[in-house]
């Protein structure tokens, strides 16, 4: 007879009760949704204890150089400041520029070989932006590359500002379109609307585009044939959704320059956004440091990631089913999103976070909500 059977057995059973315990304290720990948060404060806590118990004597975060290069002397005075001249001096250097180390923009120039846009292109392209705002400038971005690739006339990009903020500002409403129009004036042909055509029962009639389905992160080919040849049918084409509808890693690094150059000198805020941005800012400067934090607790995110389980059954329900509608079908389990950090922070574990924040000296805290406000808390 083999003793060692039973042993086995019994250390199997211990394993299987070890294991089923700890899933079962896991699952009760997140369903209190208090796991990644009381874990992500423990080490806040522990670090800036530490901090203060050795009066930060370490080399900075590498911000492109520490305090040792070029700031030798204020490395090596340190440890004689107090802990509000250490922090203020830190503040100080995340402020400021950090060196570019070699680094230098190639967006605003142009390859010799970059020819402008021809007079006659092959159709209008007219694409409908989804998703967050970054996104949507992403989208921008893509579309402006969509009709060089296919020397198409571009229209200014549709916003989606319904869904979520239930603002009907548009494009125009948020960037200077003028600068917009003239600033890519050698890459693409960009107008306002559809020209008209012609005149229909006293009403004036403009080209009625093709909408397609463009596949996510498609390739130039794709453009180059399929929209291409519909466009030249149809006379303009509508694409949507247009959310990472182009792939990103090209091989063609004048394209990436063209999407860097929308990004970084098209894409210009209207005098008034810049205006009231501004005036935010230098209030929250003067009265000190401040946290900015994007809750990001809006339900595309949330149908998104899958983090459903901390709603009401009927909200569950409702971002079950706007998932089904909007993304492809994919199993996501709640738990095992959120251990893995993919599920943002609840307003009670933001509410936690403040509480902390606020012990830590700092005056301000500045929370970005769901619709995109600024408010204190």
Sequence with gaps: MNRTAPLKARNAENEHFEEKSWSIKMKGLTRRQTGPGVVFLLCVVSMVSHMRQEKLKFTFMNLGSSFEVGHGNEHNSLTHLTYQE??????????????????RSSAASRNPEWSPPPERTNGYLLVRCNGGLNQQRGAICNAVLAARIMN????????????????KSGFSGIYDVRHFITSLANDVKVVTTLPL????????????????RPPRNALP???ETVALAKMKEHG?????????????ELDNLDYQRLRCRVNYHALRFREDVMSLSSKIVARLRAEGQFLAIHLRFEMDMLAFAGCTDIFTVAEQAMLVKYRMENFAEKTLHYTDRRLIG?????????????????????PCILVMNTSCIPVYL
């Design 86 to 103: 250490t922090t203020q001096l830190v503040a100080d250097r995340l402020r400021s520029s950090t060196p570019s180390l070699g680094w």
């Design 152 to 167: 198409a006339t571009l229209v200014l990009p549709a916003l989606d500002t319904n869904s979520f903020w239930h603002d």
């Design 197 to 212: 055509v012609g005149v229909v029962y006293k009403q004036h009639r403009r080209i009625k585009p093709f909408q397609l």
């Design 221 to 223: 080919n794709w453009y």
């Design 236 to 248: 303009a084409i509508l694409l949507s959704p247009f959310s990472h509808r182009l792939a990103e």
């Design 342 to 362: 993919k599920c943002p922070l609840t307003p009670e574990e933001v509410g936690t976070f403040k509480s902390v924040y606020v012990k830590m000296t700092c």
